[in-house]
């Protein structure tokens, strides 16, 4: 039973190894199963199996029949994307592209969609809760930041 303290999104982002990130909404009601579909439209190769996990410690998400409440992703989860592949295909899966040409050309354009469904939306800038978004994760190069009442 999903609690009433469940509001009415939770947001996804999936991390690709290419360093790209997709960013959907659901209703934390909805399974996990619909971020799988979602994920199998979108993929550059939907043919070749794949699974989400969580990090730290590696967790493979493996029962989709789960809410986004009962799983823990709510409000909000970064989750990861990889090939299930064998060792000796493992090297072809990795390199990618891992999304489709047309998802990730639309990197940063706001579309409007008339779909009622939060999974169905099109990709748009990272607000804090927006559909479906891609993009592409820089290194981070900052500095180390020295506290103001630090004296040496």
């Known amino acids: 039973m999903v609690s009433s303290r469940v509001s009415g999104h939770t947001?996804?982002?999936?991390?690709?190894p290419d360093n790209h990130?997709?960013?959907?909404?659901?209703?934390?009601?909805?399974?996990?199963?619909?971020?799988v579909d979602l994920?199998?439209?979108?993929?550059?190769?939907?043919e070749l199996p794949f699974y989400i996990y969580t990090t730290t410690p590696k967790k493979q998400i493996k029962d989709t029949s789960q809410d986004f409440y009962s799983a823990g992703?709510?409000?909000?989860?970064i989750v990861y994307f990889s090939y299930n592949m064998p060792k000796d295909d493992a090297s072809d899966a990795k390199s990618?592209?891992?999304?489709?040409?047309?998802?990730?050309?639309?990197?940063?354009?706001?579309?409007l969609t008339k779909h009622a469904?939060?999974?169905?939306?099109?990709?748009?800038?990272?607000p804090?809760?927006?559909?479906?978004?891609?993009?592409?994760?820089?290194?981070a190069e900052?500095?180390?930041?020295?506290?103001?009442?630090?004296?040496?």
């Open 128 to 139: 804090e809760a927006s559909p479906p978004v891609v993009q592409e994760k820089k290194p």
């Open 96 to 111: 990618g592209p891992f999304l489709q040409e047309e998802i990730v050309s639309l990197k940063g354009l706001e579309l």
């Open 21 to 35: 990130t997709l960013e959907a909404t659901f209703h934390p009601s909805e399974t996990v199963q619909s971020l």
């Open 142 to 152: 900052k500095k180390p930041v020295k506290p103001k009442w630090l004296k040496l």
């Open 73 to 77: 992703f709510v409000p909000g989860a």
């Open 11 to 16: 947001v996804i982002r999936v991390r690709f």
């Open 39 to 46: 994920l199998t439209k979108i993929v550059a190769r939907p």
């Open 117 to 126: 469904e939060p999974v169905e939306s099109a990709p748009e800038t990272i």
